[in-house]
């Protein structure tokens, strides 16, 4: 998937998720933000240019989402009440975890584990197939916005 459909969707998840768990206003942006830089490390850090751009096992694999989202986890864990620092904690895994679920739908799918260079795909898109990304994109929005419905109605 492109960088920027990483970015909606992490980040959308990341929020809704913080909010179905009641996380406050200061934790859900704190997921948000962290959602999207464990994206944005995952792909800018993610990848080796031998003759032409490709992923490397450690980042997108099972364990890539985790490691780089590990300084992000540390200071509310360390910081927050129990409560507030797993709501958030939660949260950002599942934005950084989306990006494993939006490559698995493309070409080069997914690594099964950082020593093994075997790929687990979930269908083979483009990576940069246009209305695959558009419909990520919508759909994470409108799940955002039910979460936001649900928490101001009920």
């Not at 450690?58 to 009440?81: D, N």
């Not at 679920?101 to 493309?106: G, P, Q």
Request: glycine content about 8%; proline content about 8%; some cysteine.
């Amino acid at each position: 998937m492109k960088l920027s459909t990483h970015i909606a969707v992490g980040g959308s998840l990341a929020a809704a998720v913080a909010l179905l768990l009641g996380c406050g206003l200061d934790c859900t942006w704190y997921a948000v933000v962290s959602a999207i830089v464990a994206n944005l490390a995952v792909d800018m850090l993610g990848h080796e240019s031998r003759p032409y751009p490709r992923r490397t096992r450690l980042s997108h694999s099972p364990v890539g989402p985790l490691l780089f989202s590990l300084p992000l986890l540390l200071p509310p864990l360390l910081q927050a009440p129990p409560g507030d620092a797993l709501r958030a904690a939660a949260s950002v895994l599942v934005g950084a975890y989306s990006h494993l679920l939006l490559d698995a739908v493309t070409e080069g799918g997914v690594y099964r584990s950082p020593f093994s260079g075997r790929r687990f795909r979930l269908a083979s898109l483009p990576y940069n197939h246009p209305l695959l990304n558009s419909v990520a994109v919508l759909a994470s929005a409108v799940l955002l916005l039910a979460v936001l419905a649900y928490r101001l109605l009920w």
